[in-house]
């Protein structure tokens, strides 16, 4: 049995944090008998009010007992008038820092686990490479607990009602990962270039967690300003360029209406966070780099734009039918 040293903060910081998320909805509960104090104070990150989780360790910790107090306030996520603007004009917003890294930390360790997972034991559901390599995780909202935290958490949920101005429900999720050198393009497309199919106005909001750090060499999300305002383009399907078909907008209409200096690289670290509108074009190229670039998407719908009956009805795994209100803070 270990002792933690006092001055062992980075690894009091990730069992603090590891803590402060798990137990986010009970925290405050647990104020009495601090016994002995060996401390972090763990800022949480920009956007939340001044906030600090005070974390006190007692005790040994491989017997995991640990007390603590904390100064808390649920994080916030506050975003300006300006913040609501910029995602307005552009079509999408870039919050750096959402959540911080030790946050990420229990995600990044069960995310493995999940890859390998089995469809028919889990629940899960999974698109693989032409490789073998595992493209997207489909229900991990549903069916892994600190994933189902994440899509719930108020810094997310609360700007997604304010700008659809809606209660919501999660109309899926995926992880999607590319595999270093393996992981594969995403033509350029809307989701809503889809999704009107499924019988849904675009009244949707798309957040994306980065989970790896995204840069230009492992084929981070590529993003063109603006172009939600072009409303639905006409798409048309693939099922060349990957294993997995996809909707993607004609080279002729690209050639004719996007420009270079659209585009924007949503270059970041784990924890940073992209909202971005169900009309705004984006795609990615393959991934180069020795890497791998992991992200966590939801989508969340307004909970009033439940689809009407279609042609082609698709599984709920990515088409919900679980119309549960997500209610953030
Ligand atoms: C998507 O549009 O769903 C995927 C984009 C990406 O992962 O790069
Ligand atoms: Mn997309």
Not at 17 to 35: A, D, G, P, W
Not at 65 to 91: A, D, L, N, S
Not at 232 to 239: G, I, M, Q, T, W
């Amino acid at each position: 049995m270990s002792e933690i040293h006092p001055a062992d903060t980075r690894r009091i910081c990730i069992d603090a944090s590891y803590i402060c998320f798990k137990y986010y909805h009970r925290v405050t509960e647990h104020t009495e008998n601090v016994l002995e104090v060996r401390g972090m104070v763990h800022p949480l990150p920009d956007l939340s009010p001044p906030t600090f989780v005070i974390c006190f360790l007692c005790g040994l910790r491989d017997e995991a007992y640990f007390r603590w107090r904390t100064i808390y306030e649920k994080p916030k996520m506050r975003w300006t008038q300006q913040h609501y603007e910029q995602f307005e004009t552009q079509g999408f917003l870039f919050v750096p820092g959402l959540f911080a890294t030790e946050e990420l930390l229990r995600l990044n360790e069960i995310t493995p686990e999940l890859l390998l997972g089995d469809d028919l034991l889990d629940g899960m559901h999974r698109e693989r490479e032409r490789g073998g390599a595992v493209r997207q995780v489909y229900l991990a909202h549903r069916h892994s607990p600190p994933f189902k935290a994440l899509s719930e958490d108020a810094r997310i949920v609360d700007p997604v009602k304010q700008i659809l101005d809606s209660e919501i429900y999660i109309w899926h999720s995926k992880i999607n990962v590319k595999d270093a050198f393996e992981g594969t393009v995403w033509l350029w497309h809307q989701d809503y270039g889809y999704w009107m199919w499924d019988g849904v106005e675009p009244k949707l909001v798309s957040v994306m967690v980065l989970l790896d750090e995204a840069t230009i060499n492992n084929g981070c999300l590529l993003v063109a300003a603006g172009t939600h305002k072009w409303g639905r383009l006409e798409h048309e399907a693939d099922e060349r360029t990957t294993s997995y078909k996809q909707w993607c907008v004609d080279r002729e209409i690209l050639k004719e209406r996007l420009t270079e200096a659209m585009i924007q690289p949503v270059i970041g670290k784990p924890g940073d966070v992209l909202f971005f509108d169900c009309n705004l074009l984006h795609g990615s190229g393959h991934n180069m780099s020795p890497l791998p670039r992991k992200t966590f998407i939801v989508a969340y719908n307004d909970l009033t734009n439940r689809p009407r009956p279609v042609e082609n009805v698709r599984p709920d795994w990515v088409v919900s039918r679980k119309f549960e209100a997500v209610s953030g803070s």
